[in-house]
């Protein structure tokens, strides 16, 4: 999870910029025709783990699930770091206590979702609503009535050869981890009434509306900045913010991205817990995993997943919480697209609500090109992906300990 600032350091031209944000979109597009057809054909609560089962087997399927598990444990203490690395720039008397305020943030969520299903659904829809409309109406602003800031930085370089294809690789992956959680519906699965049609409808629409916004704030705000000054940015949206409002844009920008950040770590804390249920149910997990309270929350679950957020944020390594997600999520993505192929040849007289729009040359573009990122993760950061590798490999043995405890209560 890149900032612009970063991204735009790499690739210093807005139209590569625009461009590695389009190709993002398009490229998350063709996964969710592929996705779709797996989320329709198998409508069940559970994300990759059940969608992955039917075409992998119990060992495989169980390593995807727990991936699934710490990817997306790793990408809400992720959130929740930077939740709290912003809140001390609203309130510079929190300098110095950032991991306390992301635990808390965390804490509260979990106390809330702990209350039930609709309760952890408000918060979503209110913190995701918030942080659309905002950022829609800084767009606009950016677009038609912000005017152009001049800038006295030296122009960088761009790279070219090799330097250039790495460089665009990496914004590339970087973009794709950006718009992660499009398939956040597949968690869910159980609790729709039109499976069919509402879960391919749901992320087709969530990549459309994410592009949307991904690729007009870039143009919005290369609209108001030079590239020059972009790369000095941690806030995509502040230069149309402190134009608009003068010097409290920044701190109006900060509490947006808190809002945002919030929503995405209470998604991590409503997904997780039916990862670790339904495996549970399954036999892939601790039966306690299966309880759920009133108000419908896997609560045995919840609280596992706050605890392994708790540890992630408290190891203070921003980096290793980071590749330990962007590892996760490519691999995961590479053995559900593979699996739509699998299940076409496994299973073909399976009923399919949904078929994969250009099957099979969509998905086996999204396929060819999953590997490719999963090796820049591992060229860009080769030790800490490898500390993603050891988390999957640490699969084996906790399947077969679960076996054997299976086993022995027979």
């Known amino acids: 999870m890149g900032t612009p600032g970063e991204i735009a350091a790499r690739i210093p031209v807005p139209a590569l910029i625009i461009a590695a944000w389009v190709a993002g979109g398009v490229y998350s597009l063709l ?19 059940v969608l992955t089962r039917r075409a992998y087997g119990e060992y495989l399927s169980f390593a995807v699930g727990w991936t699934d598990w710490m990817g997306l444990c790793a990408s809400g203490a992720l959130v929740a770091i930077l939740a709290g690395d912003y809140a001390h720039h609203l309130l510079p008397r929190l300098a110095g206590h950032e991991v306390l305020v992301a635990l808390a943030a965390v804490m509260a969520l979990a106390l809330v979702q702990w209350r039930g299903v609709l309760w952890g659904g408000w918060a979503q829809n209110i913190t995701s609503g918030i942080t659309a409309v905002v950022f829609l109406c800084l767009i606009v602003a950016g677009l038609t009535l912000v005017r152009k800031t001049a800038s006295t930085a030296t122009p960088l370089p761009l790279p070219s050869g090799l330097a250039l294809a790495t460089a665009v690789l990496l914004v590339v992956q970087t973009v794709i981890y950006t718009y992660d959680g499009w398939y956040s519906v597949i968690y869910f699965g159980d609790e729709i009434e039109n499976p069919g049609r509402e879960i391919p409808r749901a992320m087709m629409t969530s990549v459309l509306l994410l592009a949307g916004i991904y690729v007009l704030t870039n143009v919005a705000v290369l609209h108001v900045v030079p590239v020059t000054e972009m790369t000095r940015q941690t806030l995509s949206v502040a230069p149309i913010a402190v134009a608009l409002v003068g010097q409290y844009g920044n701190s109006f920008v900060y509490l947006v991205m808190i809002v945002s950040l919030l929503a995405l770590a209470n998604a991590t804390l409503l997904d997780c817990p039916r990862v670790l249920y339904i495996m549970a149910e399954d036999g892939a997990g601790f039966r306690q995993f299966t309880r759920v309270n009133a108000g419908g929350t896997p609560t045995v679950g919840l609280w596992a997943t706050a605890a392994a957020l708790f540890l992630m944020i408290i190891s203070g390594s921003f980096q290793f919480v980071l590749a330990l997600g962007a590892f996760f999520f490519v691999a995961k993505y590479t053995l559900a697209y593979l699996a739509v192929f699998l299940l076409r040849k496994k299973e073909p007289e399976t009923p ?20 490719i990122f999963l090796a820049s993760a591992l060229a860009a950061d080769t030790r800490h992906s490898f500390y993603g590798l050891s988390v999957i490999l640490a699969s084996c043995p906790a399947f077969w300990l679960l076996k054997r405890r299976a086993a022995a209560r027979k």
């Open 31 to 49: 996964g969710s025709f592929a996705m779709a057809e797996l989320g329709a054909m198998i409508p069940r609560s559970g994300g990759y783990y």
């Open 352 to 371: 399919r609500p949904y078929r994969a729009w250009g099957y099979p040359w969509t998905v086996g573009l999204v396929l060819f090109l999953s590997p």
